[in-house]
């Protein structure tokens, strides 16, 4: 399975058009629609299909190995923890809208730890199935973005669960993602923030994560803030989580965290009795401390009453138009604390190629071979996608048109004549064995590479 380590691009071809369109003006024609159906000038697009977006899950995948090479699974979860939030890392900042999948589109990546396969197994509703495998792990789930306005911002719901499987020890874990929003749609700069609760459950044991994805909140002080803990089958907590999910993620044991909660709240008055320095006011130093322990204790404690208002993307107490910043001063840190996981740099020159991290910059590169072995229905081969990576902004256009009027020729040529139902070429609907609902399940046949009958999408 493991294949060898190849070098991948840096960077895209040429650096990305900066458009300064307003995106209202497109979308309020869009209120009420599914996001398939949602169709913007391509100037909005990141030269990505939402398949390849969904493989970015992966860029931390090293940490499911690690998980699988546990021996306690409290250790195994940390790590599955690690993996959850580290997938979503490669969201910040990237406000560019990925190309809707055509229905049959499919996508592929192999790497030195896994492989992962991406199908486009809906078009109404949108749904992406994915299934990835090493030989420790497998990862799969499927993904329907649903698409809310809120006036001034959008929330995204990525509907859909996702599950690890750890084969050898017979384990299962599975959660769902949060909702992403986005925010100032009709005026200002965009900015997206990632809200509401995050539970991962693994099957076998009975132990329970329960994160819960902060919203920036009074003063930007919870931006990206996420928070939670492990707890056992009773419910007993044993490991306190904290980080943001666009830098790292921390654990320590329940116990370190419950005693520097009360150490802290004694120097809180200590700190307010004696300090003199003008920088240091008591008032300063007092708020400061404040607004940490504010912080530490809002979800752990809460969780269960509170998991309502938190799941709604609740409008931002961020001005209207402006733009949170993440406050990198006020960084806490609990005794005994190990980092699961933290983010990687993202490159250079990423601001010029759509904020994308050094993972996504590789994703649509055509390597040497792939021209004979590649499924015709690979999204790289998707010539709008090409055509905006290579700024050829008025050609993708062209082809994007082009694509979705052919998609809807096809479907309603399929609807006039009986028996002609479109089906996934790789994935099933079936039944979740963890969580006993409705999924895709990968039919196991993709990496025959036997790409015969390929439906003509391009
Ligand atoms: C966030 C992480 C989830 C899966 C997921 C689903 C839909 C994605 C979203 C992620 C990120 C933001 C996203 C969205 C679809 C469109 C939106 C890419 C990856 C972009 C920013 C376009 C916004 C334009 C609107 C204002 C219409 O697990």
Redesign the pocket.
Known sequence: METERKEHRLVLPVPMYHNDYN?WSV?KN?IGKE?SK?T?PVV?NEPLS?LQ??AEYMEYSHLLRLASQQQDPIIRMQYVIGFAVS??AS?WE?????FNPLLGETYELEREEFKIICEQVSHHPPVSAFHAESKDWVFHGS?H?K?KFWGKS?E?Q?KGTVTVEFPKLNEAYTWS?VQ?C?HN?IVGK?W?E?CGTMEIVNHSTGHKAHLTFKPAGWNSKDLHRVEGYIADKSKHKLFFIYGKWTEFIKCTDYASYEDYLKENSHKFKRDGDKSKSPNDSPSHTSRKVLQKLNSLKVSPFKSNSSQESVDECAPPDVPDGMVPKSDSTYSIDIPNSVTIWKVKPRPLQSSDYYQFTEFAMSLNELEPGMDTSLCPTDSRLRPDIRKLEQGDIDGAAIEKTRLEEKQRDANKHRKSKKGTEWSPRWFNSGINPHTKQEDWVYNGNYWKREYTDNPDIF
């Open positions: 995106i979308l869009c996001l949602i913007m909005f939402f977006r969904m997938a979503l969201n990237r406000l560019g809208k990925p993904i973005p698409l959008v995204i990525p993602n992403c986005v749609i965009l997206m990632q």
